[in-house]
């Protein structure tokens, strides 16, 4: 459970605003949750930041649900994925405490278990099928009774066929998440709690002072002559000069001018609806654990906060339509009842959409920017394409991105070695090499030159 101080609050930082020209080691583009962890990461390191985004945690992060699920989270096919979602996992207590620290309140953690459970025979098949993936990958994942799993969670539906306890899937608040690390940014000094320790390599790093927030919109890279980064144009005709230039900007990557000739690694938005419910008042909370579930095939999740409220979620739309879809809307109270009846009578505070970016294979874009002769593009570091799991994956994404920055290692240098290698940006500028007598390749997606689905 989390401490008892309270949320932390952001006032308009003294230095935010579109200024004309900004200096500072580092540039940020993007102010989500990976954004602003990397820039707090970066701060920690030493570094003075510049954050650069017209609405600084509006985007995919406002709509986030805040499981940090490594386990209930695995999907067949994504081997690659299970390594990065349980490492950063492990650094989400220490990632916590520092930040709370530094930000003087709570971000949301909760330490409480994650439920699953299935309504037909289809669904509890389909859910002990994954359990064994799960086990094979060493989770923890342990099969209830019904009745069990009505006795840690009473307002459980008493039809369920299936029900399975994930003792290590947890939750944070990502609105209070934002707010923690936008306040931590801007703080004017950064703390180092008792206990806990400061970035791996960098003992009595000096703080690189309050960041500055900066809401205008990037509209492209500046150059050097000699190709380096050093730092973004904004609209308006204002500027950020940096040593380092950080591109957080979610799906908004190939929106920016100056990137290496032909590099466009292709990424989708991909709609999801969300909902924000909450406990009539007098009412005794709904539920205490996060609860996940197929309703006849298809996944549903409701979150509990400690304030009485519920977020609804699962829905997955790559479609036109940027706002919420009704029939999304319809499927997720449907599918919410079904698992928990007792969902009819919440009072329903908020419906909405955002888009999340996707790469193909799901694995976000974080590493070094190459030019087209594969040399890296000096000061230039991409960190995007975090799809569902950009919350989970911050802690971990941050701090690989600060030592891209500013050089250092983590506590196990191989381990990161890999999860950079998977997390390539480069990784589907490369085609196949046809061995001879193969047949040509079919096309399958965006190749080497394409423009990225918008």
């Known amino acids: 459970m989390t401490s008892a101080h309270p949320a932390p609050t952001t006032a308009p930082h ?19 949750v990976i954004g602003l962890a990397t820039a707090w ?52 207590p220490a990632f916590v405490a520092a930040l709370e620290q530094a930000a003087g309140g709570t971000v949301g953690h909760r330490a409480t278990e994650t439920l699953v459970c299935g309504v037909d025979a289809a669904d509890r098949q389909a859910l002990a099928d994954l359990r064994e993936l799960q086990r094979r990958h060493g989770m923890t994942v342990e099969q209830l009774t019904l009745r069990d799993a009505r006795a840690l969670e009473p307002a459980l539906s008493p039809r369920l066929s299936a029900a399975f306890r994930i003792p290590d899937d947890h939750q944070v608040d990502p609105r209070r998440l934002v707010a923690g690390l936008l306040a931590a940014l801007t ?17 009595g790093a000096r703080d690189g002072g309050p960041a500055r927030l900066v809401h205008g919109l990037a509209t492209g890279l500046r ?126 505070l908020e419906v909405l959409a955002r888009a999340r970016p996707a790469t193909p294979d799901d694995i976000p874009y974080l590493g070094r920017v190459h030019d087209l002769d ?14 569902r799991h950009g919350v989970l994956l911050a802690p971990l994404a941050a701090r690989l991105a600060a030592q891209l920055v500013a050089g250092g290692a983590g506590p196990d240098p191989a381990a990161d070695a890999e999860h950079l290698a998977t997390t390539d940006p480069h990784r589907f500028d490369r085609p196949v090499e046809a061995r001879p007598g193969d047949p040509a390749p079919a096309a399958a997606g965006p190749g080497p030159r394409s423009r990225s689905t918008r």
């Open 14 to 32: 003294p230095l935010a605003g579109q200024p004309e020209h900004v200096r500072a080691d580092v540039a940020v583009v993007g102010a989500g």
């Open 41 to 92: 990461e970066l701060r920690r390191r030493g570094r003075s930041v510049v954050v650069v985004d017209p609405e600084p945690g509006s985007g995919a992060s406002r709509a986030a649900a805040g499981m940090l699920a490594p386990v209930s989270e695995v999907q067949y096919q994504q081997e690659a994925l299970y390594p990065l979602m349980t490492a950063s996992a492990a650094e989400y």
């Open 187 to 203: 703080a004017p000094e950064l703390p180092v709690p008792p206990g806990i320790a400061e970035p791996p390599g960098f003992p």
């Open 223 to 348: 150059r050097s002559a000699e190709g380096a980064a050093t730092g973004v144009r904004l609209a308006g005709g204002g500027m950020v000069s940096a040593t380092w230039t950080v591109l957080a900007p979610g799906a908004g990557l190939d929106d920016l001018d100056g990137l290496p000739e032909d590099w466009h690694p292709p990424l989708r938005p991909v709609h999801g609806d969300i909902l924000r419910t909450r406990v009539p008042a007098g009412t005794p909370a709904l539920l205490e654990r996060t609860v996940r579930g197929l309703v006849h095939g298809t996944p549903v999740y409701l979150v509990p906060r400690t304030d009485g409220t519920v977020v609804i979620g699962a829905t997955s739309r790559e479609d036109d339509l940027t706002g919420p879809s009704a029939g999304g809307v319809f499927r997720l109270l449907r599918d919410a009842q079904a698992l928990v009846p007792g969902v009819a009578d919440l009072e329903l």
């Open 374 to 387: 594969g040399t890296p593009v000096p000061g230039l570091v991409v960190s995007t394409g975090y799809f």
